[in-house]
């Protein structure tokens, strides 16, 4: 038998093959939550879907408007964007968040979760390097330095990190899954550590129109950084604030010459945000009405599965921003999604982001104002 034969020499990615990528990853966490989602759906009064943080409500029509407008764009797009859409991100960052920053360091991404993963191996990270995060993280920080090799070590205070290994630190305010908020002083600290060992630091604001009890705080703030962006990006998506999860509608800014690698990087591999999309995203970033409104339906929902919440007898911790209410009864997370999944109401343990949140679990609160009230009234009962 030859030796080329393929029963010798799996293709690459095959079961068998030598160093698939997928045998360096975690089981994908969703895909456990499976059964508990089958059971919510067989309640008499549907699936309440509490588990993902997913908008429900209407694009606003001001961006249809602009992504229809642009549709006819049969050229490539470029990966930078045009001046316009970099002018409008600037200009968002210096009206919401005081960054004093110019179009050569503001770049458009295909969604911020794209970026989290791929970041650390499109910085050249690899095997002897460290990729840092919060000890209760979106799981693609840790996703992102497996991809490439590179450690993922998870961090209560940064001051327990290893300066000389740590080559990204992540932060993330306000946090996913916690709804934390770092105060600038907390923010200023990580900043001063990160630029005293030369590491990058990444801050995910992803949530940050989203404050509640707090108000979040960009690390690109004159305030936190001094008035200088170098060794530090901050990542912004219009998922949550515009409802555009479907555009995947991103970008990421701070330090021009990371900024200006990145760009070089990313025109060899394709990455480019769709020239309707760019149009959208530039419209979505010099409105603030709708996201006014959008916040004030989501209020009104946190209100509602809060005060349900507190009253069947969980404790709500941090959950001062972002779209999420970290909940707990002081007993293991997946004996909670599986009572409340009798009840037809499905929410995500607390163990998918990370060990220490293995009794809370996290209640996002995007659902239809129909199924808030309903999940309400079943949590009465």
């Given at each position: 038998?030859s030796?080329?034969?393929?029963t010798h020499?799996?293709?690459?990615g095959h079961?068998?093959a030598?160093r698939?990528?997928s045998d360096?990853?975690p089981v994908?966490?969703w895909?456990k939550l499976?059964p ?6 067989a309640h008499p009064?549907?699936l309440c879907d509490?588990s993902v943080?997913?908008?429900v409500?209407p694009?606003?029509?001001?961006v249809q408007q602009?992504l ?6 049969p050229g490539?797009?470029?990966v930078?964007g045009?001046l316009s859409?970099?002018d409008?991100i ?6 919401r968040?005081?960054a004093?920053i110019?179009?050569?360091?503001v ?6 979760k ?7 191996g ?8 460290q990729?840092?995060?919060p000890?209760l993280?979106y ?6 330095a497996?991809?490439?090799?590179a ?5 209560e205070?940064v001051?327990?990190l290893?300066g000389?290994k740590?080559?990204?630190l ?17 923010l200023r600290?990580a900043v001063e550590?990160?630029?005293e060992?030369?590491?990058l ?13 707090a108000?979040p705080?960009?690390?690109?703030h004159?305030s936190v950084?001094?008035?200088?962006h170098?060794?530090?990006?901050a990542?912004h ?9 479907g ?5 990421v ?7 200006a690698e990145l ?5 060899h591999g394709?990455?480019i945000?769709p020239a ?11 409105d603030?009405?709708?996201?006014a ?8 929902r946190?209100?509602?599965l809060?005060a ?5 007898g ?8 972002s779209?999420y209410?970290?909940?707990?009864q ?8 599986a009572?409340?999944a009798?009840l037809?109401?499905?929410v995500?343990p607390?163990d998918?982001y ?9 209640v ?8 808030v009230?309903?999940a309400?009234?079943?949590?009465k009962?």
């Amino acid at each position: 038998m030859s030796t080329n034969d393929s029963t010798h020499a799996p293709f690459p990615g095959h079961p068998g093959a030598a160093r698939r990528v997928s045998d360096r990853l975690p089981v994908f966490p969703w895909d456990k939550l499976e059964p508990y989602k089958r059971t919510a759906q067989a309640h008499p009064d549907g699936l309440c879907d509490f588990s993902v943080g997913t908008p429900v409500d209407p694009v606003p029509a001001l961006v249809q408007q602009a992504l229809a407008a642009h549709t006819d764009t049969p050229g490539y797009p470029t990966v930078w964007g045009p001046l316009s859409l970099r002018d409008a991100i600037a200009g968002w960052l210096g009206r919401r968040c005081g960054a004093e920053i110019g179009s050569e360091a503001v770049l458009p991404t295909v969604g911020s979760k794209e970026l989290v993963a791929w970041l650390p191996g499109q910085l050249g990270l690899g095997p002897g390097d460290q990729v840092a995060y919060p000890t209760l993280a979106y799981p693609t920080y840790e996703v992102g330095a497996l991809l490439c090799g590179a450690e993922p070590v998870a961090y209560e205070d940064v001051s327990e990190l290893d300066g000389s290994k740590v080559r990204l630190l992540w932060l993330n305010s306000p946090s996913n899954p916690t709804g934390r908020v770092l105060d600038a002083d907390a923010l200023r600290r990580a900043v001063e550590w990160a630029r005293e060992h030369r590491v990058l630091l990444v801050s995910d604001e992803c949530y940050l129109e989203l404050g509640w009890e707090a108000e979040p705080v960009s690390v690109l703030h004159p305030s936190v950084c001094g008035g200088s962006h170098e060794g530090l990006l901050a990542v912004h998506s219009l998922s949550k604030r515009s409802n555009l999860a479907g555009y995947r509608a991103s970008f990421v800014a701070g330090d021009p010459v990371v900024v200006a690698e990145l760009l070089e990087i990313r025109k060899h591999g394709g990455m480019i945000v769709p020239a309707p999309v760019q149009a959208a995203t530039a419209a979505a970033l010099a409105d603030d009405a709708h996201v006014a409104e959008q916040r004030a339906r989501y209020a009104q929902r946190r209100s509602a599965l809060r005060a349900a919440l507190e009253a069947y007898g969980f404790r709500i911790e941090h959950s001062e921003a972002s779209l999420y209410l970290w909940a707990t009864q002081d007993k293991p997370c997946w004996e909670t999604v599986a009572e409340l999944a009798e009840l037809g109401i499905l929410v995500a343990p607390g163990d998918f982001y990370g060990p220490v949140g293995d009794r809370f679990v996290r209640v996002a609160f995007t659902a239809t104002d129909e199924r808030v009230a309903s999940a309400v009234e079943r949590l009465k009962r």
